[in-house]
C-alpha cells in the first residue's frame, strides 16, 4: 500500500502499553521496512506521521489534537492510513538501539526483525517503559528511567558508557530529540556518527516531498523523503537538537 489518499483501516484492538502510550492495531499490513512512516489521518481532525510498530499498528502517544482524538477512538472505529514514506533504517551486522519513551516504537521492527544485538532503553519511569519483554526475548536490554524506579537511575544516553561503541556497525536511535541529541555529542566525541542513525520527527503535511514543511536547516532535506532516518553526520550544524518549525513555519525549540 501506498496510495496518495488514505486508505481506510478498521481498528481491531486496542493495547495499553503504559499509562500514556497505546497500540493501535488495524486490519490490513503494510508492507515497510523498519523505521519507515505513515500518514495516519483521524477523520474530522488532522493527519499525522506516525511510525509503524508492526505492518499493521502504530503506538501513540497522547500529546495533541490528533492523538487525543485517537485515544477517544474503540474498536471497530475507523482510520485512514497513507504510505509507507520514507526512507527507514538500513543496518547489518551487529546493531545497537537506543529508544527513548514512545520513540522505542519505530525502533521494535528492527527487534523483530532478529536485527538488533542490544538495546539501550529509557523512560521517565518505570511504568512507562515500553515493549520490555518484547525487546528482552530478541535482544540484550538496558534500561535507565530518569527517578530510579528500573534499571539504573537517570538518562538512557549514560548507559552508552556501559558497552562498547566499535563493538557496532551501527546504532539506530529513536526517542525525544534532546536525548537524541545529546546521543550525538557522544558519537560526535567517539568519532563515529557515521554510524549513527537517528530518526527525527518535524511537522508534516503531504509526506511526499512537495509541501517542503518538514525541510530541515540548512541543507533543505525533507524530513518526509530524505528522513525520516538520517546519518548523524549529516545532522552535524544542523537546526537538528536545536529547534524545529511549527504548521506557520515559525522556529521553535526542541
Known amino acids: 500500500m501506498h ?3 488514505p486508505a481506510g483501516v478498521m481498528i481491531t484492538e486496542i493495547v495499553e502499553e503504559t499509562p500514556s502510550i497505546r497500540t493501535f492495531v488495524f486490519d490490513r499490513k503494510i508492507a515497510a521496512r523498519p523505521g519507515q512512516f505513515v500518514m495516519v489521518w483521524v477523520p474530522g481532525v488532522d493527519e499525522i506521521p506516525m511510525g509503524l510498530s508492526s505492518p499493521s499498528s502504530i503506538t501513540v502517544q ?3 489534537d490528533a492523538t487525543a482524538a485517537l485515544f477517544a477512538m474503540h474498536e471497530g472505529d475507523r482510520i485512514g492510513i497513507r504510505g509507507p514514506y520514507g526512507n527507514g533504517f538500513s543496518v547489518s551486522g551487529r546493531t545497537l538501539a537506543i529508544g527513548g519513551g514512545v520513540g522505542a516504537s519505530p525502533l521494535l521492527p528492527l527487534v523483530a526483525a532478529g536485527q538488533v544485538d542490544t538495546f539501550l532503553l529509557g ?4 511504568s512507562e517503559l515500553l515493549f520490555t519483554d518484547r525487546i528482552r526475548g530478541a535482544a ?3 534500561i535507565a528511567t530518569d527517578d530510579g524506579t528500573a534499571g539504573h537511575h537517570g538518562f538512557v544516553t549514560e548507559l552508552i558508557s556501559r558497552v562498547d561503541l566499535a563493538d557496532f556497525d551501527h546504532i539506530c536511535i529513536c526517542g525525544p530529540e534532546v536525548m537524541m541529541a545529546a546521543v550525538l555529542a557522544i558519537l560526535d566525541r567517539e568519532g563515529c ?3 549513527g542513525q537517528f530518526s527525527i520527527n518535524r511537522y508534516m503535511k503531504c509526506g511526499v ?3 517542503g514543511s518538514c525541510c530541515t536547516d540548512p541543507h533543505g532535506l525533507r524530513v518526509c523523503r530524505d528522513g525520516p532516518v538520517f546519518s548523524g553526520d549529516v545532522l552535524l550544524d544542523s537546526e537538528f537538537g536545536h529547534y524545529a518549525r511549527d504548521a506557520s513555519g515559525s522556529r521553535r525549540r526542541v
Not at 523512560?123 to 518505570?126: D, G, I, V
Open 3 to 5: 496510495e496518495q489518499m
Open 62 to 64: 497522547k500529546v495533541g
Open 123 to 126: 523512560a521517565r519511569t518505570a
Open 140 to 142: 540484550a536490554l538496558m
Open 193 to 195: 556518527t557515521e554510524r
Open 209 to 211: 516531498g512537495l509541501c
